[in-house]
Protein backbone atom coordinates (compact mmCIF):
# COMPACT_ATOMS: atom_id res chain seq x y z
CA UNK A 1 0.00 0.00 0.00
CA UNK A 2 1.43 3.64 -0.94
CA UNK A 3 3.02 5.62 2.12
CA UNK A 4 1.57 8.63 0.33
CA UNK A 5 -1.38 9.82 -1.74
CA UNK A 6 -1.62 7.54 -5.05
CA UNK A 7 -1.04 10.10 -7.28
CA UNK A 8 2.68 10.36 -6.72
CA UNK A 9 2.96 6.86 -7.41
CA UNK A 10 1.22 6.48 -10.59
CA UNK A 11 2.05 9.36 -13.37
CA UNK A 12 0.70 10.55 -16.52
CA UNK A 13 -3.25 9.98 -15.17
CA UNK A 14 -4.21 12.59 -17.35
CA UNK A 15 -2.62 10.87 -20.08
CA UNK A 16 -3.91 7.74 -19.07
CA UNK A 17 -7.31 9.23 -17.81
CA UNK A 18 -7.05 6.49 -14.84
CA UNK A 19 -8.19 7.59 -11.23
CA UNK A 20 -6.77 5.89 -8.73
CA UNK A 21 -9.47 3.74 -6.74
CA UNK A 22 -8.02 4.97 -2.85
CA UNK A 23 -6.23 7.72 -1.62
CA UNK A 24 -3.56 5.30 -0.79
CA UNK A 25 -3.61 2.61 -3.49
CA UNK A 26 -3.25 -0.97 -2.68
CA UNK A 27 -0.08 -2.88 -4.42
CA UNK A 28 -1.97 -4.35 -6.63
CA UNK A 29 -4.13 -1.27 -8.27
CA UNK A 30 0.15 -0.11 -8.69
CA UNK A 31 0.98 -3.11 -10.65
CA UNK A 32 -2.36 -2.88 -12.73
CA UNK A 33 -1.71 0.37 -13.22
CA UNK A 34 2.25 0.10 -14.09
CA UNK A 35 0.99 -2.79 -16.51
CA UNK A 36 -1.50 -0.12 -18.22
CA UNK A 37 1.11 2.44 -18.57
CA UNK A 38 3.68 0.33 -20.33
CA UNK A 39 0.84 -1.53 -22.91
CA UNK A 40 -0.21 2.28 -23.75
CA UNK A 41 3.15 3.37 -24.60
CA UNK A 42 4.38 0.18 -26.26
CA UNK A 43 6.79 -0.58 -23.56
CA UNK A 44 6.17 -4.22 -23.11
CA UNK A 45 8.18 -4.93 -26.47
CA UNK A 46 11.07 -2.70 -25.32
CA UNK A 47 11.35 -3.46 -21.50
CA UNK A 48 13.21 -6.47 -19.68
CA UNK A 49 10.49 -6.79 -16.98
CA UNK A 50 10.80 -9.06 -14.13
CA UNK A 51 14.56 -9.30 -14.20
CA UNK A 52 17.26 -8.76 -12.59
CA UNK A 53 20.27 -6.93 -12.99
CA UNK A 54 23.66 -8.71 -11.63
CA UNK A 55 26.10 -7.17 -12.49
CA UNK A 56 27.30 -3.59 -14.25
CA UNK A 57 30.53 -2.44 -15.32
CA UNK A 58 32.21 0.38 -17.54
CA UNK A 59 33.61 -1.76 -20.98
CA UNK A 60 37.01 0.51 -21.45
CA UNK A 61 37.28 -0.55 -24.77
CA UNK A 62 33.46 -0.11 -25.79
CA UNK A 63 33.10 3.34 -23.95
CA UNK A 64 29.95 1.87 -22.44
CA UNK A 65 28.00 0.29 -19.60
CA UNK A 66 27.76 -3.22 -19.88
CA UNK A 67 24.94 -4.89 -17.49
CA UNK A 68 24.50 -8.36 -17.36
CA UNK A 69 20.58 -9.89 -16.96
CA UNK A 70 19.30 -12.33 -15.76
CA UNK A 71 15.23 -12.61 -17.01
CA UNK A 72 12.59 -15.36 -15.51
CA UNK A 73 10.88 -17.18 -17.83
CA UNK A 74 7.32 -18.31 -18.12
CA UNK A 75 9.01 -21.85 -17.58
CA UNK A 76 10.40 -21.52 -14.95
CA UNK A 77 13.95 -21.18 -16.81
CA UNK A 78 16.65 -18.30 -16.90
CA UNK A 79 17.71 -16.20 -19.63
CA UNK A 80 20.86 -14.29 -19.57
CA UNK A 81 21.12 -11.09 -21.66
CA UNK A 82 24.28 -8.74 -21.99
CA UNK A 83 23.06 -4.84 -22.31
CA UNK A 84 25.21 -1.93 -23.65
CA UNK A 85 24.65 1.23 -22.98
CA UNK A 86 26.18 4.82 -22.97
CA UNK A 87 24.23 5.92 -19.82
CA UNK A 88 23.77 3.94 -16.10
CA UNK A 89 21.64 6.52 -14.06
CA UNK A 90 21.01 5.37 -10.38
CA UNK A 91 17.65 5.63 -8.19
CA UNK A 92 16.55 4.57 -5.24
CA UNK A 93 19.02 1.68 -5.12
CA UNK A 94 18.18 0.12 -8.04
CA UNK A 95 19.91 0.31 -11.46
CA UNK A 96 18.20 1.37 -14.59
CA UNK A 97 19.81 1.04 -17.94
CA UNK A 98 18.92 3.82 -20.65
CA UNK A 99 19.31 2.98 -24.12
CA UNK A 100 19.34 5.77 -26.57
CA UNK A 101 18.47 5.11 -30.22
Known amino acids: MCDVESACYMPLLEETG???KDRYAYGTELR???ELVAEKWG????????STVKETA?????NQWESTIIRQLPNAKEETLI???????LASGRVFRIHIL
Open 58 to 62: WNDQL
Open 83 to 89: FTSSYLI
Open 43 to 50: LNKRAVFG
Open 18 to 20: YIP
Open 32 to 34: EYS
